[in-house]
């Protein structure tokens, strides 16, 4: 199969540019219509904070959630000369990793997880967590949103401390207008194919076809195209909105891996 002269929308954000230059490699035009940015979060307080609570040897364990959480706490560290006592202090404390993206994040600070979970979803992390006494431990998870609600009611539930730390925030990066513009593209069928590599990304779509009255046409649109997730939890969101998902890599949750799988589903 090909991707040759196929239109590729893509969703994603930080690494756009690397994607749609694989997909020219491959003979394909990407659509780039990016639907967030990540962005620091707009205070530093409450992670110098968390922060304070590592370097001190308070947390038993630290979760990391997201490869670009641990990016923007080793920054923040970094803008207030704390870098190096950070990560020093990560290298003492047990760490449990979602998934690679966290583990890759760790490996540029020459560390390695205690734990990898089972599954890179929420589900996976509890599903480790259940093989640990955490009664009357101190955990600090980071966050890739305001919370999670399974994971903070499980680490409760089994008697621990929790803390956590949302190092970074979305903010809208297309605009609205070329948001619809992909909604419409997709449903006159001149898109073949979409591909998410984040959660946030579809919510962000579906917000603006709910706003714009373009629900019916957003759905009948991605009837028409073939949907690429970059993973298990990509994969979900989209499913409890009703859409198919053509590709979805069982492992290897990589961009690479990802378009390598889409050339067999176009």
């Known amino acids: ?7 590729i929308a893509l969703a994603e ?3 756009l540019e690397e994607l749609a ?31 304070d609570l590592l370097q001190r040897g308070e947390f038993n ?7 670009e959480g641990l990016r923007r706490l080793v920054a923040c560290a970094d803008r ?9 202090a990560l290298s003492k404390t047990q760490m449990l990793i979602r998934g690679p993206k966290p583990g890759r994040a760790l490996r540029e600070i020459s560390l390695t997880p205690t734990l990898t979970a089972q599954a890179p979803t929420t589900d996976g992390v509890i599903a480790s967590l259940r093989t640990l006494n955490l009664s009357g431990l101190t955990i600090g998870v980071q966050l890739y949103n305001d919370s999670n ?31 619809v513009e992909l909604i419409r593209m997709m449903a006159n069928g001149t898109v073949a194919a979409i591909i998410f590599t984040s959660s946030p990304q579809i919510d962000r779509l579906f917000d603006v076809a709910e706003d714009r009255g373009e629900s019916a046409a957003l759905l009948e649109g991605l009837a028409r195209t073939k949907v690429a997730a970059v993973g298990p939890i990509v994969q979900e969101n989209l499913r409890k909105r009703g859409v198919r998902v053509d590709v979805c890599p069982e492992q290897g949750f990589v961009m690479k891996n990802l378009v390598q799988h889409l050339k067999r589903a176009v």
């Open 1 to 7: 199969m090909t991707l040759a002269k196929k239109t």
């Open 21 to 51: 230059a694989m997909l020219e490699k491959e003979g394909a035009t990407p659509l780039r219509c990016p639907m967030l940015s990540i962005l620091d979060a707009p205070d530093d307080t409450p992670i110098l904070a968390w922060l």
């Open 80 to 88: 207030h000369d704390r870098r190096d006592s950070v990560i020093g």
């Open 149 to 179: 609600p399974p994971l903070e009611e499980y680490l409760r539930n089994a008697g621990a401390k929790v803390a956590t730390v949302q190092p970074y925030v979305y903010a809208p990066a297309a605009d609205t207008e070329r948001v």
């Open 61 to 67: 364990w630290v979760i990391l959630l997201t490869g």
């Open 13 to 15: 954000g930080r690494q």
